[in-house]
């Protein structure tokens, strides 16, 4: 369960900017939209958040910033050498933040603990990196580390709640590595909900999505299969079977203008691999059924397959799901209906949440959203991101039209058109 992400100096994003999940004091559907965690000292949440604002004012580069720190997280122990520069952006408009460390916090829930982590670097190394645990309702520092310029060394914190070698570990880290992924690489337990955390529970993706593969996967479980048949039937897309049809990696069959060297790359990649293809069943009124290939169905429908692996997989297991341009290829309604599989108690028991960004509007108005769900995202003149959410405004519950308030410009976060003819200079 995610309760806040912030991240400071990271591509647009020069000062700290925040989403915040937690729930407001508004009463308004909070037996759909919002529940709370069983764990200590940690406030009612929302289950879902809709990021809005124009083309290039920042909202990407927010999922950009979550996606490094879970991969940060997940490979800084193992992928990387002593020495070795790491690949970060500091917002780089002025002088001054290009030379100031980059800065991600996260505080969520894993395994009925609320934990606060975070850590600041630069391309050279970790400044700082710091986990507070409320196992039991007050705060615990578990770690707590910073680099000192003048000795050019580190000082650790005393951590006594944190058991086991701590010094092994301590001399372990590298400066371009994470303590945590350290810790745990060398079979720390007590550190592991939090980094199985970011293995785990938060699933990002960028622009794209996942693309097909992880629905395909599943669907060579039957039962899973069924589910995600029936998941596209409620979708209202015509397919009632889905067939994989497995066959072994052929060199002949890449087109003929390949490149030779290219060939040889895919050759040696997939050589021992099966090719999966994936085929669409469609009922006939005859009674008969017609197979497609999945290539051959409308960019919608294979938006909507795509999706629905990771949908019912996060569903299933309350995954904390992140992705960009929700709204890409997709009706409306349809993305009303993926977005109210979150706030159905039925079809989230185990309190999933879904956090994406879209320029689909048209559901702002039909009470999906609380108002504390709804942030914007727009550059100021110093082409920094801000990200702010819809409650600044105090919009009247049921009064205000909040896609006229939006598209009007009341909230801001909109692209600035000029007129064609200045534009184009005619």
């Given at each position: 369960?995610?309760?806040?992400?912030?991240?400071?100096?990271?591509?647009?994003?020069?000062?700290?900017?925040?989403?915040?999940?937690?729930?407001?004091?508004?009463?308004?559907?909070?037996?759909?939209?919002?529940?709370?965690?069983?764990?200590?000292?940690?406030?009612?949440?929302?289950?879902?958040?809709?990021?809005?604002?124009a083309?290039?004012?920042?909202?990407s580069?927010?999922?950009?910033?979550?996606?490094?720190?879970?991969?940060?997280?997940?490979?800084?122990?193992?992928?990387?050498?002593?020495?070795e520069?790491?690949?970060?952006?500091?917002?780089?408009?002025?002088?001054?933040?290009?030379?100031?460390?980059?800065?991600?916090?996260?505080?969520?829930?894993?395994?009925?603990?609320?934990?606060?982590?975070?850590?600041?670097?630069?391309?050279?190394r970790?400044?700082e990196?710091?986990?507070?645990a409320?196992?039991?309702?007050?705060?615990?520092?578990?770690?707590?580390?910073?680099?000192?310029e003048?000795?050019?060394?580190?000082?650790?914190g005393?951590?006594?709640?944190?058991?086991?070698?701590?010094?092994?570990?301590?001399?372990?880290t590298?400066?371009?590595?994470?303590?945590?992924?350290?810790?745990?690489?060398l079979?720390?337990?007590?550190?592991?909900?939090?980094?199985?955390w970011?293995?785990?529970?938060?699933?990002?993706?960028?622009?794209?999505?996942?693309?097909?593969?992880f629905?395909?996967?599943l669907?060579?479980?039957?039962?899973?299969?069924?589910?995600?048949?029936?998941?596209?039937?409620?979708?209202?897309?015509?397919?009632?079977?889905i067939?994989?049809?497995?066959e072994?990696?052929?060199?002949?069959?890449?087109?003929?203008?390949?490149?030779?060297?290219?060939?040889?790359?895919v050759?040696?990649?997939?050589?021992?691999?099966?090719?999966v293809?994936?085929?669409?069943?469609?009922?006939?009124t005859?009674?008969?059924?017609?197979?497609?290939?999945?290539?051959?169905?409308?960019?919608?429908?294979?938006?909507?397959?795509?999706?629905?692996?990771?949908w019912?997989?996060?569903?299933?297991?309350?995954?904390?799901?992140?992705?960009?341009?929700?709204?890409?290829?997709?009706h409306?309604?349809?993305?009303?209906?993926?977005?109210?599989l979150?706030?159905?108690?039925e079809?989230?028991?185990?309190?999933?949440?879904?956090?994406?960004?879209?320029?689909?509007?048209?559901?702002l108005?039909?009470?999906?959203?609380?108002?504390?769900?709804?942030?914007?995202?727009?550059?100021?003149?110093?082409?920094?991101?801000?990200?702010y959410?819809?409650?600044?405004?105090?919009?009247?519950?049921?009064?205000?039209?909040?896609?006229?308030?939006?598209?009007?410009?009341r909230?801001?976060?909109?692209?600035?058109?000029?007129?064609?003819?200045?534009?184009?200079?005619?």
């Amino acid at each position: 369960m995610l309760i806040e992400f912030s991240v400071t100096n990271y591509l647009s994003i020069r000062e700290q900017a925040t989403l915040s999940l937690v729930k407001a004091k508004s009463q308004e559907l909070k037996s759909t939209n919002t529940f709370a965690p069983e764990a200590p000292a940690t406030p009612e949440l929302l289950r879902s958040s809709a990021l809005y604002g124009a083309n290039a004012a920042g909202k990407s580069n927010f999922i950009k910033a979550l996606l490094f720190m879970k991969g940060f997280v997940m490979r800084s122990a193992k992928e990387s050498q002593a020495g070795e520069k790491l690949d970060i952006t500091p917002f780089l408009l002025d002088d001054t933040s290009r030379n100031k460390p980059s800065e991600f916090e996260v505080t969520f829930v894993s395994q009925g603990v609320r934990y606060q982590y975070g850590f600041a670097v630069t391309q050279e190394r970790i400044i700082e990196e710091w986990l507070l645990a409320y196992p039991k309702g007050r705060p615990q520092r578990w770690i707590e580390r910073a680099y000192d310029e003048k000795s050019q060394a580190y000082v650790w914190g005393k951590m006594e709640k944190l058991s086991g070698q701590k010094q092994l570990w301590q001399a372990a880290t590298r400066s371009n590595a994470l303590f945590l992924s350290t810790a745990v690489q060398l079979n720390n337990q007590q550190l592991k909900p939090v980094f199985e955390w970011f293995s785990s529970t938060l699933r990002v993706a960028h622009i794209g999505g996942w693309g097909p593969s992880f629905s395909i996967k599943l669907c060579e479980n039957v039962e899973i299969r069924d589910k995600i048949i029936s998941f596209l039937k409620a979708a209202d897309v015509d397919i009632d079977d889905i067939q994989l049809e497995k066959e072994k990696f052929n060199k002949e069959n890449l087109p003929d203008d390949m490149p030779d060297d290219i060939k040889k790359l895919v050759e040696e990649k997939y050589r021992d691999q099966s090719i999966v293809n994936v085929k669409t069943g469609h009922s006939l009124t005859s009674g008969k059924k017609v197979l497609f290939d999945i290539a051959d169905e409308s960019d919608g429908t294979r938006k909507i397959f795509e999706l629905a692996g990771p949908w019912l997989d996060s569903l299933d297991n309350g995954y904390v799901l992140v992705i960009d341009e929700l709204h890409d290829n997709l009706h409306p309604l349809m993305v009303k209906f993926l977005v109210n599989l979150f706030h159905c108690r039925e079809t989230n028991p185990k309190n999933a949440q879904l956090i994406f960004t879209t320029h689909d509007t048209s559901i702002l108005n039909q009470e999906v959203f609380r108002r504390d769900q709804i942030w914007f995202c727009e550059k100021d003149k110093e082409q920094s991101s801000k990200l702010y959410p819809l409650t600044d405004f105090s919009p009247r519950k049921g009064v205000e039209n909040l896609e006229r308030g939006y598209l009007t410009g009341r909230y801001g976060a909109l692209p600035y058109l000029k007129n064609v003819k200045m534009a184009m200079g005619c």
